[in-house]
């Protein structure tokens, strides 16, 4: 039970805020990018360097949810180079069993709500 609410928790953690424009995606950022990223073609990195570029003119819950996927990933980066030959985040859930403690730490903070 516990592990089915982490792996539910770190699919919409790790859901990269900026990878994809879809409202659903993007959860508190969604007005933010759309705000100050509407110009901007997707693909080549292009949104994230928007993101980035705008981030202090975010909203507090946006900055929040962004700082959060940071340190998650940060946290979890060896799990994913280790685990996911793509070095996507999101191949991390279906390896959950292998991560190692420091992200598994993260992920379960974030999903209790400590972070």
Same mark, same amino acid.
């Given at each position: 039970?516990?592990?089915?609410?982490?792996?539910?928790?770190?699919?919409?953690?790790?859901?990269?805020?900026?990878?994809?424009?879809?409202?659903?995606? /993007?959860?508190?950022?969604?007005?933010?990018?759309?705000?100050?990223?509407?110009?901007?073609?997707?693909?080549?990195?292009?949104?994230?360097?928007?993101?980035?570029?705008?981030?202090?003119?975010?909203?507090?819950?946006?900055?929040?949810?962004?700082? /959060?996927?940071?340190?998650?990933?940060?946290?979890? /980066?060896?799990?994913?180079?280790?685990?996911?030959?793509?070095?996507?985040?999101?191949?991390? /859930?279906?390896?959950?069993?292998?991560?190692?403690?420091?992200?598994?730490?993260?992920?379960?903070?974030?999903?209790?709500?400590?972070?």
């Amino acid at each position: 039970m516990m592990k089915s609410i982490m792996v539910i928790g770190a699919a919409l953690l790790l859901s990269a805020p900026v990878a994809i424009a879809k409202e659903r995606s /993007l959860g508190v950022c969604y007005a933010d990018v759309k705000a100050k990223c509407a110009d901007v073609k997707p693909g080549g990195g292009r949104i994230k360097d928007c993101v980035k570029t705008n981030a202090a003119e975010f909203s507090d819950a946006c900055k929040a949810r962004l700082a /959060l996927v940071a340190e998650i990933s940060k946290a979890c /980066l060896a799990d994913i180079k280790e685990n996911c030959p793509g070095k996507e985040r999101s191949c991390i /859930l279906k390896n959950i069993s292998n991560v190692k403690d420091k992200c598994m730490e993260a992920l379960a903070q974030a999903v209790a709500g400590k972070k």
